[in-house]
């Protein structure tokens, strides 16, 4: 089974909108971590936002927020006033804490545009 | 702070070839891990290491070797090339032991491609 799906393969959004792109996890373990990555075109992984399953409130960084329902097992970033610059792919990754070492697992990502 | 540095940037082996890929990271992190992405596709982990001395295999390691004499390296071997082995190949580092979110913070990635 999918631990990590990412259902929009792509997405498009005008510039100084909000987008939200979407996440759901599956896992068992009450104890983990859910992590969003930028990859651009130059191909480097940029971390951008982590939220701990035991963590109250959502996670903030700047622009990115996340959008976590613990219950509906979903952790959707959300990006404010887009900017061109953020034209990239995005992951999601979870790291379950009880598998004994810091392992991602790293979903298949969703492609965004920005547009101007 | 140079943070994790991979090199060759790129690379093209003929099928059979042998190579390493080198990791260096200069952030004293006692965990590093190997993952290769193919296109279209998210990471996923080949051999990762709890520290110097300790390395253990990750969801798909055939293929592949590692060693991790020093904290700072964590080099990947290749003996025998595949074309099936193209691909970009990620090291990434990070501390676990402080309770938080133990980020992993990854280097630039190498290009490899096995004709």
């Known amino acids: 089974a999918q631990k990590i799906t990412q259902t929009q393969p792509g997405m498009f959004v005008q510039e100084k909108e909000a987008v939200t792109l979407d996440c759901t996890y599956d896992?068992?373990?009450?104890?983990?971590?859910l992590f969003w990555y930028k990859q651009p075109s130059s191909g480097e992984m940029i971390f951008l936002i982590y939220q701990g399953s035991y963590d109250q409130q959502n996670a903030t960084e700047g622009r990115y927020s996340l959008n976590f329902q613990k219950a509906r097992k979903s952790a959707n970033l959300v990006i404010s006033a887009s900017q061109l610059g953020d034209s990239a792919m995005y992951f999601c990754a979870m790291r379950e804490v009880n598998t004994g070492f810091q392992k991602l697992v790293f979903g298949t990502g969703t492609r965004l545009l920005v547009s101007p | 702070n140079a943070g994790v540095t991979q090199t060759p940037k790129f690379r093209i082996l003929k099928i059979g070839q042998s190579m390493t890929l080198q990791c260096t990271q200069d952030m004293n992190h006692n965990y590093m891990y190997w993952y290769r992405q193919d296109p279209g596709m998210g990471l996923k982990l080949i051999y990762y290491?709890?520290?110097?001395?300790?390395?253990d295999k990750g969801e798909v390691p055939n293929g592949y070797n590692v060693s991790r004499s020093t904290t700072e390296d964590f080099p990947l071997r290749l003996e025998l090339a595949a074309p099936s082995q193209t691909s970009v190949y990620f090291c990434?580092?990070?501390?676990?032991?402080?309770?938080?979110?133990?980020?992993?913070?990854f280097g630039p990635g190498t290009r490899l491609t096995v004709l």
């Open positions: 290491s709890v520290g110097a001395g300790i390395t």
């Open positions: 896992t068992s373990d009450p104890s983990y971590g």
């Open positions: 990434a580092s990070s501390y676990s032991g402080s309770g938080g979110a133990d980020t992993q913070y």
